[in-house]
């Protein structure tokens, strides 16, 4: 009974602290994630691990491009919704 207690209180703590991280802003999240990703790749010796840390890494350079790409689409979206508005101010 003591350890399923001890399980839940170590869950808890993790949940407590990725539902903080969705606070942040994403470059902190992203270089927080790398670190720790460095840090299990060196340190833990097991195959699987280490598996696990080269996956995170590759998570966050996916998130990283989505977010340059979608950025991008919004910011050109601006641009051309305003130079078609300045456009059809300048003809009236």
Do not use: W
């Amino acid at each position: 009974m003591a350890s399923r207690a001890r399980t839940t209180g170590s869950n808890f703590i993790l949940a407590s602290l990725l539902a903080s991280l969705s606070y942040l802003p994403f470059q902190l999240v992203a270089q927080f994630t790398l670190v720790v990703c460095l840090v299990l790749f060196i340190l833990d010796p097991f195959p699987v691990s280490r598996l696990v840390s080269v996956a995170g890494v590759g998570v966050v350079l996916v998130l990283n491009r989505l977010k340059r790409h979608f950025l991008g689409t919004n910011e050109r979206q601006q641009e051309q919704s305003s130079t078609s508005t300045s456009d059809k101010s300048d003809k009236y």
